[in-house]
């Protein structure tokens, strides 16, 4: 090597002498290519090209090193060993190729180490050569540290070299110590010499498949040594991949976990011990850790709570069981009991604790907590042992409910001891004290006063008792179901006339809001929904104060649901519970302020369920109560379509609706004066639109009215000022160009004509809430000269029956004395005849000597019973008179044994004068001779004749009979028949039509319902038959005008001198003229002077006056 190059190694690398710098120069050449480093062997290969430059430069050039005193440090050759001009100029740009390479051999080995690089500009050679002298140096130690690292993993793990195809290419002395081969039996050979049980091929393809793709696999070998010894590693198998990016070969590292698998095997097999014993335990085992997780459960635990080990391991135990209590509100950790007792060391006994499984039931547990401590004896987890003590709280609970229970009964029982006594004593209080004022009274008018409240009393008693009645056959399963069709339209019909006036009274607005078509036939037993229905608005109007009163009826199917709501106080929630507990209301208060047993509801809940329903009910207090249900079965046939709803278009009404067919001459308005109408308002657009009759709806007050002609409803609150607005409205020519054609209010028809008195409207109807479909139809669709009959004026209205009664002689049989008085008065009343009897002897008596036209005979009479006396009066020759049973007993039983002694109805105790005289008016006529008959102008009389004419042959009653037994109750002429009835008023033959089954599924009970159709025809054509026999001199026109003329002005004039003889004067002429047009306002007046308003009842009279002298 050229001697200036070797002077400046030895310069660069401080070394003592040339020898050394080229020594040492050589040893760093030679380790650097030892070096199993891509960098370092390209630092070695560089290295050496560049020195050998250098050195060939030097030389070319003549340069050698020369003594110190040589400037530069170096002398030139002779001119003849110096190189030629053209070499000179070349050696500079190799020089700084060979640097430029060396550079970048540096800095890729810097890169390799993570440092920086260094810049070609600065580098030098002498800084070169430092620098590499440090990184060879650095490496130096690095190998020395491997070699350290090797020989102590050497004596800890066995290390193996394989090829790709298993051939074992090294092993170290760790490995030939445990497998018990020596190195020259493991190299050369498959590593399956090495015997792995427990990885199957499957298994060891997989794990190829992932080393050939440069991936490193971990896991536990199983294998047995040369002696058949087993041993245990755990392996690491490295792929050592090459710089093209494959794997040359594999590198095994295994440490042997021998000895830890056998102290496991022994472990394990404690643990299966003591598992065993906590799995036979039948209770709950759970263990925590400090942290809380939990690290043990035995079977039942995990029975209990829903959860494996394995899923709660991951959750803190108090956080995923314990963390709820009994009423589901959340439970910390901090205040946990357990902890707080595990905390100071204590053990935990409790059985008032709860734990939520996994599905999130609380269930409530006994439970043992006992702390688990460490070496130092402090709180290191705790195990539990619980058990579900669910069925002994259930226990505990029932024992309470019935402790509970039996203290409610107690207290129930005083509270209905005090409220049946307020309830009995109060009426009964008025009775004796008002019947005694009566006695001692000389004065009519106050005689007649207490008297009217005698009756109020006496009725406010009855209803209590029947509730109690009824309570008690609800209570002892009693109460049998009768399901057969019936009219929905009908019964909402009743509803009305039972609560509209009770609503009016206390300014309330009571709605039906019809969701279904009314003409639709229903099947169930209609008196059971009735009384429901009856209980649930009369307390719906009893509570509420304001606002209105609301029935909902609406189709589900073949269910129909009942809904009754209110805008009254509501109910509390601490209430609610006992709200349908017979005797007990919401508050004792209520029966104070407003009366009642807390009888309704029980029996409505008890009849509801036993109709296959559930009653429901939502309240809130001071805004209202909603009640709710549905019975299943109810509709029998879908309901008829009423109309399209077009403007101009032929609207059908079929005959149940009671109004021919008609057109609409002009779009239908309604306007909505108020907003105390809104819910009228809005149960009106649900009616038209369910008839598909068109109607656009304003506000009165705030819309203007079309310019075109239009039918129009107006709704009217019952304010009079609305009212007033209202006429004014009319006077001011508001309503001019349209049509007038109804008003629907609140208010009652003679009241609503009162206030529209100042304004001339021609056909305009009155439609009082509550509204049905019948009501907007017939409005809508006015029949001109309909023959159609009136619960006022039909066959069996009380204008008809007084005719038809009047000098009929009745036997009245009753051993009572007051109830004899008070039944010979009803028929006295009447027009009839009356003899009575107290015994069953002098009934027979009387019965042998004289010609009856009824008998009314008390079923419990001394000695002779009343089915005696029935009996042996039948057995008479000729006899022919209807006996009608009195008894107080209403079983079946007792009716049976009425019929078979030959009576032919039963009026259960204590009847009204109006069942009375509808059962004497239906059984007492015989057939009528038709040559009796007058000819009459009267349209009414002439479409009796017709039906009689129709219908009054044995050959067509035969004929229905018969369609009847063949199944076939839609057949037109029962349906003519039924229509037909309805037009006269026959309503026990209508409700004998509507009750029939539309098929023979009861067949015990068919043969029974034709029996009261034959029965029903044949007392209507009786009726019919004496009606038109009836003398023609009796004229109800006259009567008005006697009333008009004298009675009315005498009532008056002592009305005007505050005479008290004005109410003595005014009940007369209100019963002599109960079934004429003025009866209504007659009975008005009467209401008020009974509250001493002799005002308003001269106000009321002079109206009445008015109206009858005015025409």
């Given at each position: 090597m050229n001697s200036l190059l070797i002077k400046q190694i030895k310069a660069a690398f401080s070394c003592e002498n040339n020898e050394e710098g080229e020594l040492w120069l050589d040893d760093i050449l030679n380790k650097t290519a030892l070096l199993d480093n891509h960098d370092a062997s390209r630092l070695t290969t560089g290295l050496s090209a560049l020195l050998a430059s250098i050195d060939n430069t030097y030389r070319q050039h003549g340069l050698e090193a020369e003594d110190e005193t040589t400037s530069g440090g170096y002398a030139r050759k002779s001119s003849t060993d110096r190189p030629t001009l053209e070499q000179g100029q070349t050696w500079p740009q190799e020089l700084a190729a060979i640097t430029d390479n060396l550079v970048q051999s540096v800095n890729a080995l810097l890169t390799a180490q993570a440092r920086p690089e260094i810049d070609n500009d600065i580098a030098s050679l002498a800084s070169l050569s430092t620098l590499v002298l440090d990184l060879i140096t650095e490496q130096q130690h690095k190998e020395n540290d491997m070699l350290i690292q090797r020989r102590a993993m050497d004596q800890h793990s066995i290390v193996i070299t394989l090829d790709l195809n298993g051939t074992i290419l090294s092993a170290n002395d760790k490995c030939c110590q445990l497998s018990e081969f020596t190195r020259d039996e493991l190299i050369g050979n498959n590593a399956d010499m090495l015997n792995v049980k427990n990885v199957p091929l499957s298994t060891r393809l997989g794990?190829?498949?992932?080393?050939?793709?440069?991936?490193?696999?971990?896991?536990?070998?199983?294998?047995?040594?040369?002696?058949?010894?087993?041993?245990?590693?755990?392996?690491?198998?490295?792929?050592?991949?090459?710089?093209?990016?494959?794997?040359?070969?594999?590198?095994?590292?295994?440490?042997?976990?021998?000895?830890?698998?056998?102290?496991?095997?022994?472990?394990?097999?404690?643990?299966?011990?003591?598992?065993?014993?906590?799995?036979?335990?039948?209770?709950?085992?759970?263990?925590?850790?400090?942290?809380?997780?939990?690290?043990?459960?035995?079977?039942?635990?995990?029975?209990?709570?829903?959860?494996?080990?394995?899923?709660?391991?991951?959750?803190?135990?108090?956080?995923?069981?314990?963390?709820?209590?009994?009423?589901?509100?959340?439970?910390?950790?901090?205040?946990?009991?357990?902890?707080?007792?595990?905390?100071?060391?204590?053990?935990?006994?409790?059985?008032?604790?709860?734990?939520?499984?996994?599905?999130?039931?609380?269930?409530?547990?006994?439970?043992?907590?006992?702390?688990?401590?460490?070496?130092?004896?402090?709180?290191?987890?705790?195990?539990?042992?619980?058990?579900?003590?669910?069925?002994?709280?259930?226990?505990?609970?029932?024992?309470?409910?019935?402790?509970?229970?039996?203290?409610?009964?107690?207290?129930?029982?005083?509270?209905?001891?005090?409220?049946?006594?307020?309830?009995?004593?109060?009426?009964?209080?008025?009775?004796?004290?008002?019947?005694?004022?009566?006695?001692?009274?000389?004065?009519?008018?106050?005689?007649?006063?207490?008297?009217?409240?005698?009756?109020?009393?006496?009725?406010?008693?009855?209803?209590?008792?029947?509730?109690i009645l009824d309570f008690s056959k609800v209570e002892a399963q009693q109460i049998e179901l009768h399901r057969a069709d019936f009219n929905l339209a009908d019964m909402m019909n009743k509803l009305a006339q039972v609560f509209q006036h009770k609503a009016r009274q206390k300014h309330l607005q009571l709605l039906f809001d019809m969701r279904l078509d009314t003409d639709v036939t229903c099947k169930g037993d209609s008196d059971k929904i009735y009384q429901v229905l009856v209980n649930l608005l009369g307390n719906a109007i009893k509570f509420t104060r304001h606002g209105f009163v609301k029935l909902v009826v609406s189709q589900q199917g073949e269910a129909l649901s009942f809904c009754v709501s209110d805008t009254g106080i509501g109910i509390d929630e601490d209430n609610k519970e006992k709200l349908f507990n017979a005797f007990v209301q919401a508050d004792a208060s209520i029966s104070r302020e407003y009366g009642g047993t807390g009888?309704?509801?029980?029996?409505?809940?008890?009849?509801?369920?036993?109709?296959?329903?559930?009653?429901?009910?939502?309240?809130?207090?001071?805004?209202?109560?909603?009640?709710?249900?549905?019975?299943?079965?109810?509709?029998?046939?879908?309901?008829?379509?009423?109309?399209?709803?077009?403007?101009?278009?032929?609207?059908?009404?079929?005959?149940?609706?009671?109004?021919?067919?008609?057109?609409?001459?002009?779009?239908?308005?309604?306007?909505?004066?108020?907003?105390?109408?809104?819910?009228?308002?809005?149960?009106?657009?649900?009616?038209?639109?369910?008839?598909?009759?068109?109607?656009?709806?304003?506000?009165?007050?705030?819309?203007?009215?079309?310019?075109?002609?239009?039918?129009?409803?107006?709704?009217?609150?019952?304010?009079?000022?609305?009212?007033?607005?209202?006429?004014?409205?009319?006077?001011?020519?508001?309503?001019?160009?349209?049509?007038?054609?109804?008003?629907?209010?609140?208010?009652?028809?003679?009241?609503?004509?009162?206030?529209?008195?100042?304004?001339?409207?021609?056909?305009?109807?009155?439609?009082?809430?509550?509204?049905?479909?019948?009501?907007?139809?017939?409005?809508?669709?006015?029949?001109?000269?309909?023959?159609?009959?009136?619960?006022?004026?039909?066959?069996?209205?009380?204008?008809?029956?007084?005719?038809?009664?009047?000098?009929?002689?009745?036997?009245?049989?009753?051993?009572?004395?007051?109830?004899?008085?008070?039944?010979?008065?009803?028929?006295?009343?009447?027009?009839?005849?009356?003899?009575?009897?107290?015994?069953?002897?002098?009934?027979?008596?009387?019965?042998?000597?004289?010609?009856?036209?009824?008998?009314?005979?008390?079923?419990i009479l001394p000695k002779k019973s009343g089915f005696t006396v029935a009996e042996e009066l039948n057995n008479l020759n000729g006899w022919h008179c209807p006996i009608i049973a009195l008894s107080a007993d209403s079983s079946s039983e007792n009716i049976q044994k009425g019929a078979s002694v030959g009576m032919c109805a039963h009026l259960l105790k204590p009847a009204s004068a109006a069942e009375i005289l509808h059962v004497i008016d239906i059984n007492i006529h015989t057939s009528a001779n038709l040559s009796n008959m007058h000819d009459s102008d009267d349209p009414y009389l002439t479409s009796i004749a017709e039906f009689y004419s129709n219908y009054g042959n044995a050959e067509l009653l035969a004929q229905l009979i018969n369609i009847m037994i063949e199944n076939d109750s839609k057949h037109d002429a029962i349906n003519s028949l039924l229509d037909d009835a309805k037009k006269i008023g026959a309503d026990t033959l209508v409700a004998a039509l509507e009750g029939l089954p539309s098929s023979l599924e009861n067949k015990s009970n068919y043969a029974h319902k034709i029996s009261n159709i034959s029965f029903a025809l044949d007392a209507t054509l009786r009726l019919i038959a004496h009606t038109l026999s009836l003398p023609n001199e009796y004229d109800e026109k006259e009567v008005e005008e006697t009333l008009s003329i004298s009675d009315l002005s005498a009532v008056i004039t002592s009305l005007e001198s505050y005479d008290a003889e004005a109410v003595s004067l005014l009940s007369a002429l209100y019963n002599k003229h109960a079934s004429s047009a003025s009866a209504h306002a007659l009975n008005h007046a009467r209401q008020l002077v009974s509250v001493y308003d002799y005002g308003r009842a001269l106000e009321e009279l002079l109206r009445l006056r008015d109206t009858l002298l005015n025409g």
């Amino acid at each position: 090597m050229n001697s200036l190059l070797i002077k400046q190694i030895k310069a660069a690398f401080s070394c003592e002498n040339n020898e050394e710098g080229e020594l040492w120069l050589d040893d760093i050449l030679n380790k650097t290519a030892l070096l199993d480093n891509h960098d370092a062997s390209r630092l070695t290969t560089g290295l050496s090209a560049l020195l050998a430059s250098i050195d060939n430069t030097y030389r070319q050039h003549g340069l050698e090193a020369e003594d110190e005193t040589t400037s530069g440090g170096y002398a030139r050759k002779s001119s003849t060993d110096r190189p030629t001009l053209e070499q000179g100029q070349t050696w500079p740009q190799e020089l700084a190729a060979i640097t430029d390479n060396l550079v970048q051999s540096v800095n890729a080995l810097l890169t390799a180490q993570a440092r920086p690089e260094i810049d070609n500009d600065i580098a030098s050679l002498a800084s070169l050569s430092t620098l590499v002298l440090d990184l060879i140096t650095e490496q130096q130690h690095k190998e020395n540290d491997m070699l350290i690292q090797r020989r102590a993993m050497d004596q800890h793990s066995i290390v193996i070299t394989l090829d790709l195809n298993g051939t074992i290419l090294s092993a170290n002395d760790k490995c030939c110590q445990l497998s018990e081969f020596t190195r020259d039996e493991l190299i050369g050979n498959n590593a399956d010499m090495l015997n792995v049980k427990n990885v199957p091929l499957s298994t060891r393809l997989g794990i190829l498949q992932s080393l050939f793709k440069g991936e490193i696999w971990h896991g536990e070998l199983q294998s047995i040594t040369k002696s058949g010894t087993p041993w245990f590693v755990f392996c690491t198998i490295v792929p050592n991949i090459n710089d093209q990016g494959r794997v040359e070969n594999l590198v095994v590292l295994c440490t042997d976990i021998s000895n830890q698998k056998r102290l496991e095997k022994r472990l394990e097999t404690g643990r299966q011990f003591y598992q065993s014993i906590t799995n036979s335990i039948g209770e709950g085992v759970y263990a925590v850790d400090a942290k809380g997780k939990t690290q043990f459960l035995n079977p039942e635990a995990s029975r209990l709570l829903g959860w494996e080990l394995e899923d709660l391991q991951s959750h803190r135990f108090h956080n995923a069981v314990h963390y709820q209590k009994e009423d589901g509100t959340l439970l910390s950790r901090d205040d946990c009991a357990v902890n707080h007792a595990i905390r100071v060391g204590k053990t935990y006994s409790s059985d008032e604790d709860f734990f939520t499984d996994k599905r999130g039931r609380i269930f409530p547990i006994s439970i043992v907590a006992v702390p688990l401590e460490d070496i130092h004896g402090e709180p290191n987890g705790h195990v539990g042992v619980f058990r579900d003590i669910s069925g002994r709280k259930g226990l505990e609970r029932q024992l309470q409910h019935a402790y509970k229970e039996a203290a409610n009964a107690n207290k129930a029982k005083g509270d209905f001891l005090a409220t049946m006594s307020h309830e009995i004593r109060t009426p009964m209080n008025a009775i004796i004290g008002l019947t005694h004022l009566a006695i001692e009274s000389d004065n009519q008018a106050q005689q007649q006063n207490y008297m009217s409240k005698v009756k109020g009393s006496a009725t406010s008693l009855l209803t209590l008792i029947n509730g109690i009645l009824d309570f008690s056959k609800v209570e002892a399963q009693q109460i049998e179901l009768h399901r057969a069709d019936f009219n929905l339209a009908d019964m909402m019909n009743k509803l009305a006339q039972v609560f509209q006036h009770k609503a009016r009274q206390k300014h309330l607005q009571l709605l039906f809001d019809m969701r279904l078509d009314t003409d639709v036939t229903c099947k169930g037993d209609s008196d059971k929904i009735y009384q429901v229905l009856v209980n649930l608005l009369g307390n719906a109007i009893k509570f509420t104060r304001h606002g209105f009163v609301k029935l909902v009826v609406s189709q589900q199917g073949e269910a129909l649901s009942f809904c009754v709501s209110d805008t009254g106080i509501g109910i509390d929630e601490d209430n609610k519970e006992k709200l349908f507990n017979a005797f007990v209301q919401a508050d004792a208060s209520i029966s104070r302020e407003y009366g009642g047993t807390g009888l309704g509801l029980a029996i409505s809940k008890r009849l509801v369920e036993l109709m296959h329903g559930e009653l429901e009910f939502t309240s809130e207090l001071g805004k209202g109560t909603h009640f709710c249900f549905t019975l299943p079965g109810m509709v029998h046939e879908k309901a008829k379509e009423i109309g399209r709803g077009k403007a101009n278009e032929t609207i059908s009404i079929n005959a149940s609706q009671a109004a021919p067919m008609r057109e609409l001459n002009h779009p239908l308005l309604c306007v909505n004066t108020s907003q105390d109408m809104d819910e009228a308002n809005n149960i009106l657009a649900h009616t038209l639109s369910r008839l598909s009759i068109p109607c656009h709806f304003i506000n009165g007050n705030a819309d203007t009215f079309p310019a075109s002609r239009h039918d129009v409803i107006v709704l009217l609150p019952a304010k009079p000022a609305a009212w007033q607005k209202f006429v004014n409205h009319i006077k001011l020519g508001e309503y001019e160009n349209l049509n007038l054609m109804c008003i629907v209010t609140p208010v009652d028809t003679e009241e609503a004509k009162r206030r529209l008195q100042s304004v001339k409207l021609n056909m305009l109807n009155i439609i009082e809430l509550p509204f049905t479909d019948v009501h907007i139809l017939r409005a809508l669709f006015p029949t001109s000269g309909s023959t159609l009959a009136t619960h006022a004026d039909g066959l069996e209205s009380k204008l008809w029956r007084k005719r038809r009664l009047a000098g009929k002689h009745a036997l009245l049989v009753d051993d009572d004395s007051i109830s004899l008085e008070i039944a010979q008065q009803i028929l006295l009343d009447a027009g009839l005849k009356v003899t009575t009897a107290t015994s069953g002897e002098q009934a027979l008596a009387l019965g042998k000597s004289n010609n009856f036209d009824v008998v009314l005979l008390d079923c419990i009479l001394p000695k002779k019973s009343g089915f005696t006396v029935a009996e042996e009066l039948n057995n008479l020759n000729g006899w022919h008179c209807p006996i009608i049973a009195l008894s107080a007993d209403s079983s079946s039983e007792n009716i049976q044994k009425g019929a078979s002694v030959g009576m032919c109805a039963h009026l259960l105790k204590p009847a009204s004068a109006a069942e009375i005289l509808h059962v004497i008016d239906i059984n007492i006529h015989t057939s009528a001779n038709l040559s009796n008959m007058h000819d009459s102008d009267d349209p009414y009389l002439t479409s009796i004749a017709e039906f009689y004419s129709n219908y009054g042959n044995a050959e067509l009653l035969a004929q229905l009979i018969n369609i009847m037994i063949e199944n076939d109750s839609k057949h037109d002429a029962i349906n003519s028949l039924l229509d037909d009835a309805k037009k006269i008023g026959a309503d026990t033959l209508v409700a004998a039509l509507e009750g029939l089954p539309s098929s023979l599924e009861n067949k015990s009970n068919y043969a029974h319902k034709i029996s009261n159709i034959s029965f029903a025809l044949d007392a209507t054509l009786r009726l019919i038959a004496h009606t038109l026999s009836l003398p023609n001199e009796y004229d109800e026109k006259e009567v008005e005008e006697t009333l008009s003329i004298s009675d009315l002005s005498a009532v008056i004039t002592s009305l005007e001198s505050y005479d008290a003889e004005a109410v003595s004067l005014l009940s007369a002429l209100y019963n002599k003229h109960a079934s004429s047009a003025s009866a209504h306002a007659l009975n008005h007046a009467r209401q008020l002077v009974s509250v001493y308003d002799y005002g308003r009842a001269l106000e009321e009279l002079l109206r009445l006056r008015d109206t009858l002298l005015n025409g």
